[in-house]
């Protein structure tokens, strides 16, 4: 078949990427064409795909990067994998609708179209559908296939990849369902089929609110036990040897990447639009986790006062930019906003991390270093904020002064937990 993947990011590219391994004919269309050259030459910018997995499949001819439209012509499934960001507390869904045009210049009956991109419940049946049916004036459930399957990558998982995570699917009709899972039973070992989009949509934000009100709680808790001077990770861990009724998160600086900070907002606006209540779970977790920097930021003025020293002039090294260990992933990643409030009151701010490429948005006066002896011994404070393994650990231990460990991946006289 031939297959468009709309959207060649962190979760688009794996995506087509596999979809061209068991042998259909990709397009992997996006509209950036700094990104479509990269990819065309090889080069793959997601830690899920090696550059060894996209060569193959463009030296096969199964894969295709393009940013032209056209290229979109012909598709027999067609899948919509790009961002939906908050603006101001609401969701912004232009690059959903964007999507949709395009590709209802091109649809032909009996083709299928899925979306992928996180939403609030009734996306694709009240925004997605009208759309794509007054572009090409066929009708959804009677013309073309129509359906809603939540991605669910974790960046760097080596257990759970794209084909080993169950992949939840469904259909505007039973039609559809049938389409959208006979497709996505190409890709990966589990299919787990809804009633409706609608459940789907659901599903996949109360999967992401799960985690932000867990996240949001231990981070409090966090808080809480080190005025009570008690050890909260090994609470957690004694926790953890309890077999059943317990799950385990683990306190960290603040949430990151696209889901947590914003999907569990997409519910929240959605019950307050159309049910007039607030979700409050939401709305504190929100309050807790997106506080976390501040509270970060607050420990390191605490240890240099310890020193007798101002924050203003100080030197503050930060170890890891991405939201999440052993990935170059720093959307929303609470790294890129403490960097930014120690920088506001005069620190000297230097940051260290392989994973994330120089060019990600972070603040200016932000200095890139490699964690060197050097580097680590003239840092008045070394901050671990991302725990990736390949940080020399031993050496922070060394050569630092004193660190804030924000992952409780070190121990010793000059480490203090957060």
């Known amino acids: 078949m031939r297959v468009v993947v709309v959207g060649q990011g962190y979760v688009g590219l794996p995506l087509a990427v596999r979809a061209a391994e068991v042998g259909h004919q990709v397009i992997g269309y996006d509209v950036d064409a700094r990104r479509v050259k990269s990819l065309a030459a090889g080069e793959s910018y997601v830690e899920d795909v090696s550059c060894e997995r996209l060569g193959r499949a463009l030296a096969l001819g199964t894969y295709r990067p393009s940013e032209l439209a056209r290229d979109c012509g012909g598709f027999d499934v067609a899948v919509v994998t790009v961002p939906t960001p908050l603006q101001e507390g609401t969701p912004d869904l232009r690059h959903i609708e964007e999507s949709a045009r395009t590709l209802a210049r091109y649809l032909r009956p009996g083709a299928t179209v899925v979306l992928e991109s996180t939403t609030y419940p009734g996306t694709t049946e009240e925004l997605f559908a009208p759309i794509l049916e007054d572009g090409s004036g066929l009708t959804a459930g009677i013309d073309f296939h129509l359906g809603y399957s939540p991605e669910r990558i974790d960046p760097g998982n080596a257990v759970w990849g794209f084909q080993q995570t169950p992949k939840v699917v469904s259909g505007v009709d039973p039609a559809s369902l049938k389409a959208v899972e006979a497709f996505y039973g190409e890709l990966v070992d589990t299919t787990v089929p809804v009633r409706s989009p609608k ?220």
């Open 199 to 418: 459940e789907a949509e659901l599903a996949k934000l109360l999967e992401n609110t799960f985690r932000h009100v867990n996240i949001a709680l231990v981070n409090e808790i966090a808080m809480f036990a080190r005025h009570l001077d008690i050890d909260v990770w090994q609470a957690i861990e004694a926790a953890s040897s309890k077999p059943f009724g317990f799950m385990k998160f683990t306190p960290g600086p603040g949430v990151g990447g696209h889901c947590l900070p914003i999907d569990p907002s997409y519910l929240s606006w959605r019950v307050q639009r159309e049910l007039g209540q607030s979700f409050r779970f939401v709305e504190l977790a929100n309050d807790i986790n997106s506080h976390m920097p501040e509270y970060v930021t607050r420990r390191v003025i605490d240890a240099l006062n310890a020193k007798r020293r101002s924050v203003n002039g100080s030197r503050v090294l930060l170890l890891g930019l991405a939201y999440k260990k052993n990935t170059g992933d720093a959307r929303e990643s609470p790294a890129v906003r403490i960097s930014q409030l120690l920088l506001d009151m005069g620190a000297k701010v230097r940051a260290a991390d392989p994973h994330v490429v120089e060019d990600v948005k972070v603040d200016a006066r932000l200095v890139r270093v490699e964690p060197t002896r050097k580097e680590l011994a003239a840092a008045d404070v070394v901050v671990l904020l991302t725990d990736h393994d390949s940080f020399d650990y031993a050496l922070v231990t060394e050569h630092a002064s004193f660190v804030l460990d924000c992952r409780n991946r070190l121990s010793g006289a000059t480490v203090e937990v957060l």
